[in-house]
C-alpha cells in the first residue's frame, strides 16, 4: 500500500473518530437537557394539580365524596393541551383512578401527592427521547475542519522534519565570468555584468590567467610589469581586434599601472556591489601606505583557482 493510501485512511479514520465525538457530546447534551425539562414540567405538573385540587371532584373517603371521571378527564385533557403548547416532553397521564390514552413510546412516572391528608396518585408519561433526531450537521462541519488543520499541521511539521533530515545544498561557489564577445565582467551567482574599456580589460586578463599559472605571483607597481602579462595582454587585445571591437592601435601595457589598476577595481566595485566580501579572490590588492611600505606592496591575485574563472571567446 502507498504512502497517499496510507494517509487517506489516516485521515479518514481520525474525521470518523472526531465526528462520533462531536456528535456524542452533542446527543449527550440533548439527553441530559431533555431529562431536566422532564423533571421541571413534573414538578409543574404536581404543582398545579395541589393547587387546583379543590376544584376537582375527585373522590375524598373523608369527605365522603365520589369522583366525577368526566370532569377529571377535561382538567386533564385542558393541562395536556398547554403542555402541548408549551413544547413539553411530557403528559399527565393518570389522576387519581382516571386516566387517558396517549399515543407514542413513553416512561411513567408515578407519584402520590397528599394535599389534604388524601392520597392523590399521579401518573406522567415521559416521552423517551428520539435519539436520531439530535443528528446535528455542526458536528460534522467541526469534524472536517478540524481534520483539515491536522492536515495542515502534519503537513507543516512532516516538511520541517524532512528540511531538517535533508542537508542542505552547498553554496554556489563564487565566479567571475569574462566575456570578450561584450567586454563585460559578470558575477556569474548574482547576474551582476559591467562593462570594460579596452586597455584594462585586456590587461585584467592578462593578470589573471598569469596569476593562476604561477605559484606564487609577486607584482610590485615600483616594478617593470612582467612580460609574461604584456605579451598575454596583447594576445587578448589581438583577440578583440579580430571579434571587431576595435582598430585602434595597440595600447602600452607597461604605463599608467596606477590608472589601469584603478579602472579594474572600480568595475570589479560595481560587479560585486551588494557582495564585497566576496570580490576578494579577483581584486588586486591595493597599496597600503607610502614610500618604502609601498615598495613591499603586491597587487597580484594569490588565491585564485581555475575553477573560479570562466573565459568566453578567448
Known amino acids: 500500500m502507498t504512502s497517499p493510501q496510507l494517509a487517506s485512511y489516516k485521515y479518514t479514520g481520525y474525521f470518523f473518530i472526531l465526528w462520533i465525538m462531536f456528535q456524542g457530546t452533542y446527543s449527550t447534551a440533548k439527553y441530559f437537557q ?3 425539562e422532564a423533571s421541571l414540567f413534573t414538578l409543574n405538573i404536581e404543582k398545579r394539580i395541589a393547587l387546583d385540587i379543590s376544584k376537582l371532584r375527585l ?4 369527605f365522603n365524596t365520589i369522583s366525577h371521571p368526566p370532569s377529571v378527564k377535561r382538567y386533564i385533557d385542558q393541562l395536556n393541551l398547554y403542555l402541548t403548547e408549551q413544547d413539553s416532553n411530557v403528559k399527565l397521564l393518570k389522576l387519581q383512578n382516571v386516566s387517558i390514552d396517549i399515543d407514542g413510546e413513553y416512561l411513567t412516572r408515578n407519584s402520590t401527592l397528599t394535599p389534604t391528608g388524601q392520597k392523590i396518585e399521579v401518573s406522567i408519561a415521559v416521552f423517551k427521547w428520539p435519539y436520531l433526531t439530535t443528528l446535528t450537521p455542526i458536528a460534522l462541519f467541526l469534524a472536517l475542519i478540524f481534520t483539515y488543520l491536522n492536515y495542515k499541521i502534519y503537513a507543516k511539521a512532516n516538511s520541517a522534519a524532512n528540511n531538517l533530515s535533508e542537508p542542505s545544498p552547498p553554496d554556489s561557489p563564487v565566479k567571475l565570468s569574462i566575456n570578450l ?10 547576474g551582476k555584468k559591467v562593462e570594460l574599456s579596452n ?3 585586456c590587461f585584467y586578463v592578462a593578470l589573471l590567467e598569469y596569476c593562476i599559472k604561477e605559484p606564487n605571483p609577486l607584482l610590485n607597481q ?3 610589469v612582467p612580460e609574461d602579462i604584456i605579451t598575454l595582454a596583447n594576445k587578448y587585445f589581438y583577440r578583440l581586434i579580430e571579434i571587431g571591437h576595435t582598430k585602434r592601435k595597440r595600447p602600452d601595457f607597461s604605463t599608467n599601472l596606477d590608472k589601469t589598476l584603478s579602472e579594474i577595481r572600480a568595475t ?4 560585486f556591489l551588494h557582495q564585497p566580501h566576496e570580490k576578494e579572490l579577483f581584486y588586486p590588492p591595493k597599496a597600503q601606505g607610502e614610500g618604502s611600505r609601498s615598495k613591499l606592496h603586491n597587487y597580484a591575485l594569490e588565491h585564485l583557482d581555475p575553477s573560479h574563472l570562466e573565459i568566453i571567446g578567448k
Open 268 to 271: 570589479l566595485d560595481a560587479v
Open 34 to 36: 431533555h431529562q431536566y
Open 181 to 190: 564577445h561584450d567586454k563585460t565582467l559578470n558575477n556569474v551567482k548574482f
Open 59 to 62: 373522590a375524598n373517603p373523608i
Open 222 to 224: 615600483s616594478k617593470n
Open 199 to 201: 586597455k584594462p580589460f
